[in-house]
């Protein structure tokens, strides 16, 4: 039996029939594949990232304009104390501003300096030493709870108390300033006063507007600390 020569071998594969894929064809078309494939996951990530954030900046902007409805009818100052500046021989002191004696919960704030300093937080405690109390709140002073995956609320309030867990990862934090009347963006210190000059006839400790900041954070599970989301702040005259 004769062999075929290898002429005759090269003839058939000149002749049209399929030779098969060199190494180097093989080796493009996987990267080719792998950069498509890459990209895609990108872009995937980009997306999920970007509405991650999308919900978070909606959520915290709800969160600072619930603090803004719950104080929007309250008065700057204690309607009962108010604000004033004792002279007992040693030098003025200043009295009620921030949370007045018998004030212990949200619902017993009665003026916009109640809140000044606090933080309400999903790990919050009852008690002002540190600050930070239960939240986040709603419009009405209550605590909001967390929602599961299935939808459902995993906390409530009855008869004035919470139980369960409030909305996870989140915090309020509330700043109150009193400011200059002719230019919002000067501090003044609380028990800032001008006495009369001239024509003018002074102004006292609680004729100033207060300007209120409402920082809402967010602190992911695995977070060492939590990361501003939001800042609404608006001037009350």
Same mark, same amino acid.
């Given at each position: 039996?004769?062999?075929?020569?290898?002429?005759?071998?090269?003839?058939?594969?000149?002749?049209?029939?399929?030779?098969?894929?060199?190494?180097?064809?093989?080796?493009?078309?996987?990267?080719?594949?792998?950069?498509?494939?890459?990209?895609?996951?990108?872009?995937?990530?980009?997306?999920?990232?970007?509405?991650?954030?999308?919900?978070?900046?909606?959520?915290?902007?709800?969160?600072?304009?619930?603090?803004?409805?719950?104080?929007?009818? &309250?008065?700057?100052?204690?309607?009962?104390?108010? &604000?004033?500046?004792?002279?007992?021989?040693?030098?003025?002191? &200043?009295?009620?501003?921030?949370?007045?004696?018998?004030?212990?919960?949200?619902?017993?704030?009665?003026?916009?300096?109640?809140?000044?300093?606090?933080?309400?937080?999903?790990?919050?405690?009852?008690?002002?030493?540190?600050?930070?109390?239960?939240?986040?709140?709603?419009?009405?002073?209550?605590?909001?709870?967390?929602?599961?995956?299935?939808?459902?609320?995993?906390?409530?309030?009855?008869?004035?108390?919470?139980?369960?867990?409030?909305?996870?990862?989140?915090?309020?934090?509330?700043?109150?300033?009193?400011?200059?009347?002719?230019?919002?963006?000067?501090?003044l210190a609380d028990n800032f006063t001008e006495i009369a000059n001239g024509d003018f006839p002074g102004r006292e400790v609680d004729?100033?507007? &207060?300007?209120?900041?409402?920082?809402?954070?967010?602190?992911?599970?695995?977070?060492?600390?939590?990361?501003?989301?939001?800042?609404?702040?608006?001037?009350?005259?």
């Amino acid at each position: 039996m004769s062999r075929p020569s290898v002429r005759h071998t090269k003839r058939l594969s000149s002749q049209g029939q399929p030779g098969g894929f060199t190494l180097i064809e093989s080796a493009m078309a996987t990267v080719i594949i792998g950069v498509g494939v890459l990209a895609m996951v990108d872009a995937q990530s980009s997306f999920i990232t970007a509405n991650s954030w999308s919900s978070h900046a909606a959520s915290g902007t709800y969160l600072a304009n619930e603090i803004r409805e719950m104080t929007r009818s &309250l008065p700057k100052h204690d309607p009962v104390v108010g &604000l004033f500046i004792e002279d007992d021989g040693g030098g003025g002191v &200043l009295h009620g501003w921030g949370p007045d004696a018998g004030e212990v919960t949200v619902d017993d704030f009665d003026d916009i300096e109640d809140f000044d300093g606090l933080t309400f937080s999903f790990t919050g405690t009852a008690g002002f030493d540190d600050g930070d109390l239960p939240g986040p709140l709603n419009a009405f002073g209550e605590i909001i709870p967390d929602i599961s995956i299935d939808g459902t609320e995993t906390g409530s309030t009855t008869n004035g108390v919470f139980t369960g867990n409030a909305m996870y990862g989140w915090s309020q934090q509330v700043i109150v300033q009193k400011i200059n009347p002719f230019d919002p963006s000067v501090v003044l210190a609380d028990n800032f006063t001008e006495i009369a000059n001239g024509d003018f006839p002074g102004r006292e400790v609680d004729e100033y507007p &207060l300007r209120v900041t409402v920082r809402v954070f967010y602190q992911a599970a695995n977070a060492i600390s939590p990361d501003l989301v939001t800042e609404v702040m608006w001037v009350v005259p």
